[in-house]
């Protein structure tokens, strides 16, 4: 043991005499041995004062050197080196498994809106506008991260389990909510979809996330990679429910089941979710230093701009089917399904090998070909076509998602602060996810699809350009380097 640490033992141990001596009796010699001993000289003790000691604020008392002393422990033991991830194992993969259920019932849920945004535009709410519907959707998306700032906090400060019921108790109220009425009007579904599950979602994504992210190093990329299949998954059955029971038993009795479908996901994930680090109680709810690293903020702004267009494609994938194509709506909803699906493999098999050369080179190639693809969209004019298209921006559109966590991770000195550093990204994405899809409708309203199109490819492309740059502060233009 170090000699700082010597020191440190020493007088916390006097602390402790100290007061089980006061419980006991005042013994008036305690305190003149504290005395002697802070009075000595730090060479006579054995070792040399440090530069961040000898900025402490000298007290000549015995007291005062205690709690300088007794807290500059405390602080050791803050920044102290965490405990490593077991990176495997039965519990450790217990998270990634009730991770899963998180997501499926939060993103999985938000990413089958298009089937929703067809099914108001077509029948429910005929006479509002596309873009005006598409807000409900957003709203729910950007509740969904924006107050991940927060949460992602309250899981680093060890109020996990809180939060979770939180959030749970939010998004299953919006999901029976929807079921008050048989023909529900615009503002009922903007209050119980958008808002209540969105901010359900918002308050459970972001800390189960960062909580998995803790549990693994090595083998990071594959855990979260298999935690955001969950999206797919959702995305896929959501979407078979809302085509195959609105038919038969109405909206109504369709929102109830939903909402027992996420209600035992929901269960499950709660029984099984551990939190493993140590809570950091003190601290900034926002880690505004962060913003002042370039690799950080290039990061944040490519995902704000990836976010504006993949929502876009997302909530209007089946309506451009529908409208441009004049394909029916069972067979449009086929398209919500096929973009969800088609990524579960490139959710896998990309985390995997962004454990070998990192999930910043990763994400950056997945942005490439993700703009290269939205690029393409203008140039499909059938419906063979548009499946083809749907299914390989799927693989795309997974591979670039399933990354994003771990990306943070990587760029993150502390383990301890990913938790707010993610929900910090996902707030400034937050608000491409909010304005995206209404600009991008607005944009299609005014100049056509094919500007609309234009439009996600160009914000695409600037998002893969902040990569390379968040790659350039990172590793510079060495391409070996794993980063």
Same mark, same amino acid.
């Given at each position: ?103 499926f019932s939060t993103w999985g849920w938000l990413n089958s809106f298009g089937?929703?945004?067809?099914y108001y535009t077509t029948t429910l709410l005929p006479d509002v506008s ?154 900034? $709810? ?10 950080? %903020? @290039?990061?944040?702004?490519? +995902? !704000?701009? #990836? *976010? ?59 942005? $490439? ?10 140039? %499909? @004019?059938?419906?063979?076509? +548009? !499946?083809? #298209? *749907? ?93």
């Amino acid at each position: 043991m170090s000699a700082p640490s010597e020191k440190q033992v020493d007088l916390t141990g006097s602390s402790v005499s100290t007061t089980m001596s006061d419980d006991k009796h005042d013994s008036p010699d305690q305190g003149e041995i504290l005395r002697q001993k802070s009075a000595q000289p730090d060479a006579a003790r054995g070792r040399s004062t440090s530069p961040a000691e000898e900025e402490e604020v000298e007290d000549d008392t015995a007291l005062g050197r205690l709690a300088t002393a007794t807290s500059t422990l405390a602080r050791g033991r803050s920044n102290s080196v965490l405990p490593p991830p077991p990176d495997g194992g039965l519990q450790a993969w217990t998270q990634v498994a009730a991770g899963w259920l998180v997501l499926f019932s939060t993103w999985g849920w938000l990413n089958s809106f298009g089937a929703f945004q067809s099914y108001y535009t077509t029948t429910l709410l005929p006479d509002v506008s596309p873009s005006a519907i598409s807000w409900i959707g957003s709203l729910q998306a950007c509740l969904t991260t924006c107050i991940g700032a927060f949460t992602g906090r309250l899981l680093d400060a060890g109020f996990f389990r809180a939060t979770f019921a939180t959030g749970v108790a939010f998004q299953l109220t919006g999901l029976f909510a929807m079921s008050a009425a048989a023909a529900p009007k615009y503002w009922h579904l903007m209050v119980t979809q958008g808002l209540l599950t969105g901010l359900g979602g918002g308050i459970l994504f972001t800390p189960s996330i960062a909580l998995v992210a803790t549990w693994f190093s090595s083998r990071r990329g594959l855990a979260i990679g298999l935690v955001t299949t969950g999206n797919s998954a959702g995305g896929i059955i959501y979407p078979v429910i809302v085509r195959e029971l609105i038919p038969r038993i109405g909206f109504q009795w369709t929102a109830r089941v939903l909402g027992f479908v996420n209600l035992t996901c929901f269960s499950i994930a709660f029984a099984l979710l551990r939190s493993r680090l140590p809570p950091r109680r003190s601290g900034p $709810i926002l880690e505004l230093a962060a913003f002042k690293e370039g690799v950080y %903020v @290039s990061y944040v702004f490519a +995902l !704000f701009l #990836f *976010t504006w267009a993949n929502y876009y494609v997302f909530y209007y994938i089946a309506s451009f089917g529908i409208q441009q194509l004049g394909m029916p709506y069972a067979k449009a909803a086929l398209l919500v399904m096929i973009i969800n699906g088609a990524g579960i493999p490139a959710r896998i098999v990309v985390p995997l090998l962004s454990d070998r050369v990192g999930p910043l080179n990763m994400i950056t190639l997945s942005m $490439i070909c993700l703009a290269v693809i939205i690029a393409c969209w203008a140039a %499909v @004019s059938s419906i063979s076509g +548009l !499946f083809a #298209f *749907t299914a390989v921006l799927g693989v795309a559109s997974g591979a670039f998602q399933s990354l994003m966590p771990t990306t943070v991770a990587s760029i993150t000195k502390r383990l301890d602060t990913v938790g707010t550093r993610l929900g910090m990204a996902f707030s400034v994405a937050s608000f491409a996810s909010l304005t995206g899809p209404p600009i991008g409708g607005a944009i299609q309203a005014t100049g056509g699809i094919t500007a609309a199109q234009v439009w996600a490819a160009l914000s695409a492309v600037a998002a893969a350009g902040l990569l390379l740059t968040s790659r350039w502060f990172r590793a510079g233009w060495v391409w070996r380097v794993a980063c």
